[in-house]
Nanobody, 117 residues
Framework: QVQPVGSGGGLVQAGGSLRLSCAAS????????MGWCRQVPGKQRESVAF???????NYADYVKGRFTISRDNAKNTVYLQMNSLKPEDTAVYYC???????????WGQGTQVTVSS
């Protein structure tokens, strides 16, 4: 089992920045991808970004150029730097971990991100 633990959410004004962190514990050797999804009430959870252990990244179109995902393999931690935040980025952000082909196996608790206009 792998347990991702996300942190770093909060309230920020539009145009501001936040950094989310996700630390994984447990059977770390079994995972090769970590990332973030987000969800607003009444809508499906959607992928934001993920990164593989060899550094390959995948971003949703609506965050490209604004969000950057990175990882510290020594700390088993992934970071999501969110810049130029918009009110529509308001959501609960969920950290996930898995394999390169199945990155959404393990889920952490959500962290709220609220962007005020």
């Amino acid at each position: 089992q792998v347990q991702p633990v996300g942190s770093g959410g909060g309230l920020v004004q539009a145009g501001g920045s936040l950094r989310l962190s996700c630390a994984a514990s447990g059977s770390i050797a079994s995972i090769s991808a970590m990332g973030w999804c987000r969800q607003v009430p009444g809508k499906q959870r959607e992928s934001v970004a993920f990164i593989t252990s060899d550094g390959r990244t995948n971003y949703a179109d609506y965050v490209k150029g604004r969000f950057t995902i990175s990882r510290d393999n020594a700390k088993n931690t992934v970071y999501l730097q969110m810049n130029s935040l918009k009110p529509e980025d308001t959501a609960v952000y969920y950290c996930h971990a898995g394999t390169s082909s199945r990155p959404y196996i393990y889920w952490g608790q959500g962290t709220q991100v609220t962007v005020s206009s």
